[in-house]
């Protein structure tokens, strides 16, 4: 049972800062922040959620199970994160490549402490066992100093950030993706590739800050746990529940920013025309049609919005809306089950384009291109894409961030290459800035 109070703070920015610093003395962090984007979809301006009560933590075997186990027995907000390697659950596939990172495939926890913000209040749900120290927590959030946080030493060796996979390898890999397509093997596949550091130390919530400072996505968010990190600035929901409906919102296309206005304008609008880019959404909207429909009910599945671009700091991106209807006794983990690895960051056809990929990137995806985000008690859910992300391990002093683009038959490997560079830029400012 949790005690629940509303609180609305004199600052509520003032008291997002210190709730995000105070958090830094507990072992097991989810923080989930909108950056107050008006986003039609969402429920919260920002979560966080602190030290774990309890824990689920396994590899891929039988982990949707596992999940359904533990979030029917906990009853309760639980939050954690879903690799993309669970894929070798729900398909006959495997994970071979390098792992730099070593994160377990799935992690959720029950925490003992949650703050749920929305406009100028924040409601605390904390659990009967420390609900005595709800008033102790709200004043030091409320004063100047969070006297309590831990706060790390920022290292001030430069990060040197190298590349898996050489410009050259890189268009020789895309040809082969190319190959594939033009045998018909796949229509569309989602190639990555990972820069990263060795022997390199961070301040994870400075590199979040500065990280999310660039780029305010609307489902940016910090994880810690043990001593892994996740600092992401994803502009990419996954998949979302509410009651009886359930919506995903991939994004495929993307352009630069540019600070003329005149100019800015017309990349927007280019990529709305662009049959290319066009084609590669149109393509992952039928497969999440097609997912969802697994669980949805008959005839319920339909398109909101199709490729409407939306602007972020960074970039523009194309993002389409699919919605569908389910019974209300549909279990929420098999909707996520049924869904994943989301169609944005895998291809078509989804098991055909997971093989290829597997063969051509040269490292594990783990938790990159899998997903963070939440169950409620009722069975609702939200979770987001990790994308635009940095995932760091501590004790083995790795940094790691990846970025990957669409392959499709009229893909130019030069244009797919400065993509993601375009991608990589905001990560790459952050690290090295």
Not at 41 to 54: E, K, P, Q, R
Not at 90 to 119: A, M, R, V, W, Y
Not at 145 to 158: D, M, R
Not at 298 to 306: F, H, R
Request: proline letters at 4%.
């Amino acid at each position: 049972m949790r005690t629940t109070q509303i609180h609305r703070p004199k600052n509520i920015e003032h008291f997002k800062r210190n709730l995000l610093l105070w958090s830094q003395q507990f072992d097991d962090i989810l923080w989930l922040d909108s950056n107050n984007h008006n986003e039609p979809y969402s429920n919260y301006d920002a979560i966080l959620a602190v030290d774990a009560f309890t824990t689920l933590r396994t590899d891929f075997f039988d982990a949707f199970e596992r999940l359904k186990e533990y979030q029917n027995i906990t009853n309760d907000w639980i939050f954690g994160y879903l690799t993309y390697d669970l894929k070798n659950t729900t398909e006959h596939l495997k994970s071979e490549n390098f792992d730099g990172l070593n994160f377990p495939d799935l992690f959720f926890f029950q925490p003992k402490k949650l703050f749920l913000i929305k406009d100028n209040h924040v409601e605390i749900k904390y659990l009967k066992m420390v609900d005595d120290e709800i008033e102790d927590d709200i004043r030091l959030l409320e004063s100047d100093v969070t006297s309590n946080a831990v706060e790390k030493a920022h290292n001030e060796t430069p990060i040197k950030i190298k590349l898996r996979i050489h410009k050259d390898d890189y268009f020789e890999k895309v040809n082969k993706m190319l190959a594939h397509i033009q045998r018909g093997d796949i229509y569309e596949a989602n190639f990555c590739q990972e820069f990263y550091a060795e022997n390199s130390e961070i301040n994870p919530l400075e590199t979040f800050k500065k990280l999310n400072a660039i780029s305010k996505p609307p489902f940016a968010s910090f994880l810690k746990f043990e001593d892994k990190y996740m600092m992401s600035a994803s502009p990419e929901r996954y998949i979302k529940k509410d009651g009886t409906t359930v919506i995903s919102q991939p994004i495929k296309g993307t352009a630069k920013r540019s600070e003329n206005i005149e100019e800015d304008t017309k990349l927007a609008n280019d990529l709305s025309k662009d049959l290319k880019e066009r084609s590669e959404n149109i393509m992952i909207v039928d497969l999440v049609r097609n997912d969802l429909s697994h669980t949805a009910i008959k005839g319920s599945v339909e398109v909101k919005e199709l490729c409407k671009v939306y602007s972020f700091l960074q970039v523009h991106q194309m993002i389409s809306t699919v919605q569908s209807q389910i019974h209300p006794d549909t279990n929420p983990v098999e909707i996520v089950k049924t869904t994943f690895p989301m169609g944005s960051m895998t291809g078509v056809p989804k098991l055909s384009a997971m093989q290829i990929i597997e063969n051509l990137e040269e490292t594990k995806r783990g938790l990159y291109s899998g997903s963070v985000g939440y169950f409620t008690p009722n069975g609702d859910f939200d979770f987001n894409v990790i994308i635009r992300s940095i995932l760091y391990n501590e004790t083995k002093q790795y940094i790691s961030y990846s970025v990957g683009g669409a392959i499709t038959a009229k893909s130019d490997p030069l244009k797919e290459y400065e993509e993601c560079l375009i991608k990589a830029k905001a990560m790459r400012e952050a690290l090295e800035g």
